[in-house]
């Protein structure tokens, strides 16, 4: 079946559009958060290729196509212990957007829920709505999360610049030190 058939036979929603009472501005905010996720993971894997290849090994770094938890415990020892504290603390908001199930605050709780959201995660306890742990965020806090990713991902790629331009200052030559003629 092709693409264009799937789609032609996909079913779709009967309703008002805003899937679980989700406004534009909400939908666009979880986007920026997986997309600065992204870009943070992407930058995690490039450093972690920069160490792989300045240690002398070949081939791809262990790590590299990683995300979440596991990256990021392969990156730990080569971070700033504070860089690592704080994509850990953004990283779970990352895991629950991509993961769970949110649900705007006006459809949880009416009007006392307006300019809220809930994300409902899994707590890996049970199934089902009982094994749900939500958390409530607005508008603000998820900006507040975008910033943080940004902020990791300039700092893993301010690292992976000094590293690679640490190999350079040492090794001019881009094959490596074993190439240099020696005088």
């Known amino acids: 079946m092709t693409e264009s058939e799937v789609l032609a036979d996909a079913p779709t ?16 905010l979880i986007a920026e958060v997986v997309l600065s996720a992204s870009q943070a993971e992407y930058s ?7 160490i792989h290849d300045l240690a002398g090994d070949k081939g ?18 080569h971070i700033p212990a504070e860089l690592h504290r ?3 603390g953004v990283l779970q908001f990352r895991n629950a957007l991509i993961h769970g199930l949110v649900i705007s605050g006006e459809a949880m709780k009416g009007k006392e829920g307006a300019g809220k959201f809930y994300v409902m995660k899994p707590d890996r306890k049970g199934v ?27 700092e893993l790629s301010r690292l992976d610049r000094e590293l690679y331009d640490a190999r350079s200052e040492l090794h001019p030559n881009p094959s490596g030190p074993s190439d240099r003629v020696s005088e």
């Open 60 to 77: 791809t770094a262990k790590g590299w196509g990683l995300s979440g938890e596991r990256l990021l415990e392969l990156l730990k020892p």
């Open 13 to 28: 929603a009967d309703y008002d559009g805003q899937p679980n009472g989700l406004s534009a501005e909400t939908k666009i």
């Open 44 to 50: 995690a894997g490039l450093l972690l290729q920069t």
């Open 86 to 88: 704080n994509y850990s």
């Open 128 to 154: 089902g709505i009982s094994g749900l742990d939500p958390f409530i965020l607005n508008h603000s806090e998820m900006a507040t999360i975008v910033k943080v990713f940004e902020y990791i991902d300039e």
